[in-house]
């Protein structure tokens, strides 16, 4: 998503060639397929790629080889600040600028949030799934401005919690919530596989 609205801003401002050009002096690492999907589809060469499950581990490990000490590097942001990768990248001596294409925020209306909240406190729900580590951040947040956040880790903990791949299991578990099963690969079809299989049993 937010590679393609990169080149779709590019393209806006008939800067895409100049992108290109950039992009072809450049060292270009992907996390993920994804990203790489849409890199090729410009006919962008791809240098490094990361391995599954596509995490910021995994994108460092495809660097250590390389020094950044007075290089720039931009980073396109996935939805948020990537702090471990900013940190790291700056270790190795990297000037990094971070492209946020796009941002995860509430939606303007809440309320179905909110009547999650409710469920939870009620028991109610079986399984809750989380697709993006925003979603976990985004749903304590909300729960946090509506002085309700007490309960919720506990609350979803009595559910089964299932999650599409590591960096949203990480984003769970700082926010004090157990995780029952996390994609293999990190991708929505294995995620609904595994879920599936988890409530038939």
């Given amino acids: 998503m937010g590679t393609q609205a990169l080149f779709a801003a590019t ?5 895409t060639p100049k992108l290109l050009g950039l992009l072809a002096s450049c060292v270009v690492v992907a996390r993920g397929p ?12 791809i240098d490094r790629s990361a391995k599954e499950p596509y995490t ?5 490990q495809s660097l250590e080889d ?3 000490r007075g290089e720039s590097v931009v980073v396109q942001r996935y939805g948020e600040s990537n702090v471990a990768l900013e940190k790291a990248l700056r270790a190795k001596g990297a000037e990094v600028v971070e492209i946020p294409t796009y941002r995860w925020a ?3 209306d ?3 949030l909110a009547g999650l909240i409710d469920a939870l406190d009620r028991a109610q729900v079986d399984a809750t799934v989380f697709t993006s580590a925003s979603q976990a951040h985004n749903l304590f ?8 956040d007490g309960p ?16 949203c299991s990480a984003a769970l578990r700082e926010h004090g919530v157990k995780i029952a099963l996390e994609a293999k690969p990190p991708k929505l079809g294995p995620l609904v596989a595994a879920l599936a299989r988890a409530l038939s049993e």
């Avoid at 994804?34 to 060469?45: D, F, H, M, Q, Y």
């Avoid at 880790?153 to 089964?160: I, Q, Y």
């Fill in 56 to 60: 910021t581990v995994e994108v460092l």
């Fill in 11 to 15: 393209d806006s401002l008939g800067l």
């Fill in 106 to 108: 509430l939606p303007e």
């Fill in 66 to 68: 390389l020094s950044f």
């Fill in 141 to 148: 947040a909300l729960a946090h401005n509506l002085g309700r």
């Fill in 110 to 112: 809440s309320g179905p």
């Fill in 34 to 45: 994804k990203p790489t999907g849409a890199l090729r589809s410009r006919e962008v060469r």
């Fill in 152 to 167: 919720l880790a506990a609350n979803l903990s009595r559910t089964l919690v299932a999650s599409i791949g590591p960096v």
